[in-house]
């Protein structure tokens, strides 16, 4: 079946760390996303990419970075610049920019700082 | 600007009570609008969606109808079960500008 996997389901980092959260999608969608929500919070937009090498920062993109290198991944960093890291992660994908079909979600990560 | 607001939460009924979840947006040109569903722990997954005005969106009991008029997208519900306990999200989606604009979204708890 079709969807995206997102690994690994918790994550624990330690003060200082750089860590990568994967994204992968067998559905041959153009668009990923990567969002994040703190508890109780609605989703907020950390970087989107359209297509292949090429992504846009979202809405809070400080202390995090992406890469597109193949259709299929859209792997986030959660650099030591990001003073707040534990939350939950989403990644999603699309193939018409979300206006027919909306977005496929995968289960999330959660990250926690120890 | 892009936005959606949504009732604030918890919601609690007791099962088969109806349901309402308000739903209000802001949209430059035509957005698609969209509910999705997300239980503990788990991603988001889509309940219903309407693309054009007065399109009503239905899955799972579940039923919204987009209201250009009142720039409403309300989620109802006529008998609901302990397992619709869930946190809901409205969402649209501008596809000029290729991203999507998420409520801050309710929780429902329905007791037996």
């Known amino acids: 079946d079709g969807g995206i996997t997102q690994s690994p389901k918790y994550l624990f980092r330690k003060e200082g760390q750089n860590v990568t959260l994967s994204c992968e999608q067998n559905?041959?969608?153009?668009?990923m996303y990567w969002y994040r929500q703190d508890p109780g919070q609605g989703l907020r937009l950390i970087y989107y990419?359209?297509?292949?090498?090429?992504?846009q920062k979202g809405d809070i993109a400080e202390g995090y970075s992406v890469s597109r290198e193949k259709k299929e991944s859209f792997p986030l960093t959660v650099t030591s610049a990001q003073k707040n890291p534990t939350a939950f992660y989403l990644c999603?994908?699309?193939?018409?920019?979300?206006?027919?079909?909306?977005?496929?979600f995968g289960s999330g990560t959660r990250l926690t700082v120890v | 600007g892009n936005s959606v607001t949504q009732m604030e939460g918890p919601v609690t009924l007791s099962e088969e009570a109806f349901l309402t979840i308000n739903c209000t947006y802001t949209?430059?040109?035509?957005?698609?609008l969209f509910w999705y569903v997300q239980y503990p722990g788990e991603g988001l997954q889509l309940l219903l969606k309407?693309?054009?005005?007065?399109d009503k969106g239905s899955n799972k009991g579940f039923e919204a109808t987009y209201r250009k008029e009142t720039t409403s997208f309300h989620l109802e519900k006529g008998s609901v079960q302990v397992s619709d306990s869930a946190v809901y999200f409205c969402?649209?989606?501008?596809?000029?500008?290729?991203?999507?604009?998420f409520g801050s979204g309710t929780k429902l708890n329905v007791k037996p």
């Open positions: 990419s359209q297509i292949v090498n090429d992504f």
């Open positions: 559905l041959n969608h153009d668009a």
């Open positions: 309407a693309t054009k005005a007065d």
């Open positions: 969402a649209l989606s501008d596809s000029n500008f290729n991203k999507f604009y």
């Open positions: 949209a430059t040109g035509y957005p698609s």
């Open positions: 999603a994908s699309t193939h018409d920019r979300g206006a027919n079909y909306g977005y496929t």
